[in-house]
């Protein structure tokens, strides 16, 4: 079993950053990627980042390229989420989740960290 723990969640004006934090323990050698998605109220839960474990290679959406980072800390088994230039429209509670395949769903969850961004 995987636990994850998130944090860095919060109130920030739109242009302003937050960073996410997410600290795995227990398996956590079973683990090959981590990622985050988020869930805005009224909305299906979309995925935001991720990346490998073993070999750091990171993926996007679209709606992140070039504002947020993923990034990881195998020493501290942590995985963050630097959040650059918010927009309203990315207030959502923010999950991380992390997966044995490099492929397929996801295994374990977090309990989330709310994101909210005022215009």
């Known amino acids: 079993q995987v636990q994850l723990v998130e944090s860095g969640g919060g109130l920030v004006q739109a242009g302003g950053s937050l960073a996410l934090s997410c600290a795995a323990s227990g398996n956590i050698f079973s683990i090959n990627t981590m990622g985050w998605f988020r869930q805005a109220p009224g909305k299906e839960r979309e995925f935001v980042a991720a990346?490998?474990?073993?070999?750091?290679?990171?993926y996007y959406t679209d709606s992140g390229k070039g504002r947020f980072t993923i990034s990881r800390d195998n020493a501290k088994n942590t995985v963050y989420l630097q959040m650059n230039s918010l927009k309203p429209e990315d207030t959502a509670v923010y999950y991380c989740a992390a997966k044995r395949g490099a492929s397929g769903e996801y295994d374990y969850w977090g309990q989330g960290t709310q994101v909210t961004v005022s215009s």
């Open positions: 990346i490998s474990r073993i070999s750091g290679t990171k």
